[in-house]
């Protein structure tokens, strides 16, 4: 069976500090990825979404990053935070075979930047 | 652009009751939608897929509605529990994206 994990569960970090939160998948072969972005309150917003290795698209202009270095891991990264940026970051993946398929969400990141 | 809407943004039941809770979309051209569920602080739970051939998912308690010409679909539980209290997230796909609406906070009081 499949099973994603996001690490670490929650984060308090300073403003103008480094970013990286990581997310892998098991049990599944070239999926698609996604990254989002929950703020208090607020329905999720897409920040980026990957087909392959090294494919990545950016929905919405930001402060931050997204790398896939490997087939199953994809990486959320900021080399500078801004308080904005607070909130509860959510990895997904979906099966590449098919368009429409649901997709399976991690556990989450709760980043603090104070 | 796609928008979600979700009404209402928070329902207080008491337990047992029957309740729908409604999703609507601005664009009809969409592959599938679908019910999550969110419970505090955590991830999200898939519940229910429709897709856009479909007019309805049930699973258990569950029942999904799908509308595509209207844009709107309505997601009913049965016989509502405390266990089912958490929020409850709309989401349409248009390709390999889902748009999201901002959720439905379910409390069901015992």
């Known amino acids: 069976s499949q099973t994603i994990h996001q690490w670490p569960a929650t984060l308090v970090q300073p403003v103008g500090s480094p970013l990286s939160l990581e997310c892998t998948v098991e049990g599944t072969s070239n999926p698609n990825l996604y990254w989002y972005r929950q703020a208090a309150g607020r329905g999720l917003q897409l920040l980026f979404y990957?087909?392959?290795?090294?494919?990545i698209s950016s929905e919405v202009p930001q402060n931050l990053s997204a790398s896939r270095p490997q087939d199953r891991q994809f990486i959320l990264s900021s080399k500078k935070l801004l308080l904005s940026d607070s909130g509860f970051y959510l990895c997904?993946?979906?099966?590449?075979?098919?368009?429409?398929?649901?997709?399976?969400f991690g556990p989450g990141t709760r980043l603090t930047v104070l | 652009k796609q928008e979600v809407t979700q009404i209402p943004a928070a329902l207080s039941v008491p337990e047992g009751e029957n309740l729908v809770l409604n999703c609507s979309f601005t664009?009809?051209?969409?592959?599938?939608l679908q019910w999550f569920r969110q419970d505090p602080g955590k991830g999200l739970t898939s519940l229910l897929l429709i897709q856009s051939s479909q007019r309805e998912q049930t699973s258990g308690r569950l029942n999904a509605s799908l509308d595509k010409s209207s844009g709107r679909s309505t997601l009913y539980i049965a016989a509502s529990q405390p266990g089912d209290s958490a929020t409850y997230l709309c989401a349409v796909a248009g390709g390999s994206r889902l748009t999201f609406g901002e959720g439905t906070q379910l409390t069901v009081n015992p």
């Open positions: 990957s087909v392959g290795i090294g494919q």
């Open positions: 997904a993946w979906s099966s590449n075979t098919q368009v429409g398929k649901t997709q399976y």
């Open positions: 664009d009809s051209a969409i592959y599938n």
